[in-house]
């Protein structure tokens, strides 16, 4: 069995950062591709950010091109999102996800995913 546990979220100001990250543990492969999610009360989830196996293939949404940033630690088996410049409309609760293969190309459907985190609150305050 996969887990992921998601960390880093909490209360921001507009403008400031927070980095969250995605810990695996359990029968899982370090290469999997990852993403983060995030869902807004009344929205549908959507992708933010992806990131192929080896970390050579990234994703951004438009909403979040130029703030956002993935990345991966395959040897802690960890994925991180470094968001900066926090706006008020990217409060929502983040989830990470990971597709069971490696992979080259990185998933923005949610469906693409087998394995999900619980999530994590982000607000951000204006």
């Known amino acids: 069995q996969v887990q992921l546990v998601e960390s880093g979220g909490g209360l921001v100001q507009a403008g400031g950062s927070l980095r969250l990250s995605c810990a695996a543990s359990?029968?899982?492969?370090?290469?999997?591709?990852m993403g983060w999610f995030r869902q807004a009360p009344g929205k549908e989830r959507e992708c933010v950010a992806a990131?192929?196996?080896?970390?050579?293939?990234?994703y951004y949404a438009d909403s979040v091109k130029g703030r956002f940033t993935i990345s991966r630690d395959n040897g802690k088996i960890t994925a991180y999102l470094q968001m900066n410049s926090l706006k008020p409309e990217d409060t929502a609760v983040y989830y990470c996800?990971?597709?069971?293969?490696?992979?080259?190309?990185?998933?923005?459907?949610?469906?693409?995913?087998?394995?999900w985190g619980q999530g994590t609150q982000v607000t951000v305050s204006s």
């Open positions: 359990g029968r899982i492969i370090s290469t999997y591709p």
């Open positions: 996800a990971a597709r069971a293969e490696f992979s080259n190309k990185y998933y923005i459907e949610k469906n693409s995913y087998n394995y």
């Open positions: 990131i192929s196996s080896g970390g050579g293939s990234t």
